[in-house]
């Protein structure tokens, strides 16, 4: 199984890190048992507090906040719930990693995406008693992966990257530089401000080499995000204005969640923005979300894009995955594909991407600092895949610049 950080990153192991500590919030002591054995399967996790309501938690936080490098909050609890206590926690400690758990209802569900909106990293459902030995399997291998990934960034393991010369977006291929330069001239095509170098760790020193875009104007907008990817896309989406182009997007989420996404997306930009629906014909200027638990993929019907789902094997550990979906739309448009690869763990979107870049089409990633895991990005941004590595609040005006250029 790859680590939750690869390709962009150290291993725990590799970077010869502390544990990662974690306390564990629940009202059940079964609960928090079951939790608490999960996490400690691993050896770089350690549960240094496994405590009853948010109450307890606030105050054992703020007693000791040096030794907890990520919170795994319950959402429904006495005394104090989880989402009273998430913004006390996060006083109490700047920068603290929360996950929210609870049972997948649709209420639970917008309490989560609120959380998320309030400040927590990430969400997590619960299995339930009648859900399948799967389902709980996926449940612990993902409670695992997230601490992991979370906690690295609670403690700064950041790849530094080293950019080279900044090009335009007719100029030649730059060579990977050695230490970092000097941004030349902004064209109005193609603003190339790439990541900025985070502190050395062990392991650093990736370097990334950006590529020309491609020469052709997208006809379509493909959008790939895991974890922190519900804020990213608000910001992105929120900021577009409406395009001509279709936007679609997979963000990995289970059903329920997907829906509510649709619904937030739908608020913050102009455009209309739902769970995609199988044999539906695709619309410019339409935002369409993979429903959870299905690949959203693309096939042409004459002069139509026609959006089809599919429960196939998951890839990358997900279903909804990124790569089959832009795999699709790489086989119907080539070079005039626009990808777009947003805050997430792992590598989904790298192999699709490799893809995209042969066939002539563009891929941008948001950059290191401005996201909650670097994992997505990052692979696509250290395997040389990437025109252009932007903070998050400019990718809105990079895409737009790209959708309405003309094609040279």
């Not at 054995?37 to 936080?61: C, F, H, M, Q, Y």
Request: glycine fraction near 8%; charge should be neutral; aromatic fraction near 2%.
């Amino acid at each position: 199984m790859p680590s939750a950080l690869s390709p962009s990153g150290p291993s725990v192991r590799d970077a010869g890190q502390h544990d990662f500590q974690v306390m564990v919030v629940d009202d059940s002591a079964v609960i928090r048992g079951l939790l608490t054995r999960t996490l400690e399967s691993d050896p770089a996790i350690k549960v240094v507090e496994s405590v009853a309501n948010g109450e307890i938690a606030v105050r054992r936080l703020e007693a000791d906040p040096a030794k907890i490098d990520v919170v795994v909050l319950d959402i429904e609890m006495p005394v104090m719930d989880g989402i009273e206590a998430l913004p006390k926690l996060l006083q109490a400690k700047p920068g603290l990693q929360v996950i929210m758990a609870s049972t997948l209802t649709r209420k639970n569900a917008e309490i989560s995406m609120k959380a998320l909106s309030l400040g927590a990293a990430d969400y997590l459902p619960k299995p339930t008693s009648s859900g399948s030995l799967t389902r709980a399997d996926d449940f612990k291998r993902e409670l695992v992966e997230k601490v992991k990934a979370l906690g690295a960034a609670a403690k700064g393991m950041r790849t530094r990257i080293v950019v080279g010369p900044q090009k335009t977006e007719q100029g030649p291929e730059p060579e990977v530089a050695r230490r970092p330069a000097a941004p030349a001239a902004k064209t109005a095509a193609a603003p190339q401000r790439a990541v900025s170098p985070a502190a050395a760790t062990p392991g650093a020193g990736k370097q990334v080499s950006l590529r020309p875009f491609g020469s052709a104007k997208p006809d379509v907008i493909a959008i790939g995000s895991s974890t922190g990817g519900p804020q990213a896309l608000f910001e992105v989406l929120g900021n577009l204005g409406t395009t001509t182009q279709p936007v679609v997007i997979t963000q990995h989420m289970p059903a329920t969640f997907t829906t509510l996404l649709a619904e937030h997306i739908s608020r913050v930009s102009p455009m209309p923005c739902k769970e995609g629906v199988d044999g539906e014909i695709v619309k410019g200027g339409h935002i369409y979300l993979a429903p959870g638990g299905y690949h959203m993929v693309f096939e042409k019907q004459g002069t139509n894009l026609v959006l089809r789902l599919n429960q196939d094997a998951p890839e990358n550990f997900c279903r909804p995955s990124v790569d089959p979906m832009v795999r699709s739309l790489s086989a119907i448009y080539g070079s005039r594909l626009l990808v777009v690869i947003l805050t997430g763990m792992g590598s989904d979107g790298l192999r699709s991407s490799e893809i995209v870049t042969a066939a002539g089409g563009s891929v941008v990633a948001q950059d290191e600092k401005s996201s909650v895991v670097w994992g997505m990005p990052g692979a696509v941004a250290t395997a040389g895949l990437c025109s252009a590595v932007l903070p998050l609040k400019e990718l809105a005006p990079q895409i737009q610049r790209l959708v309405t250029r003309s094609a040279a």
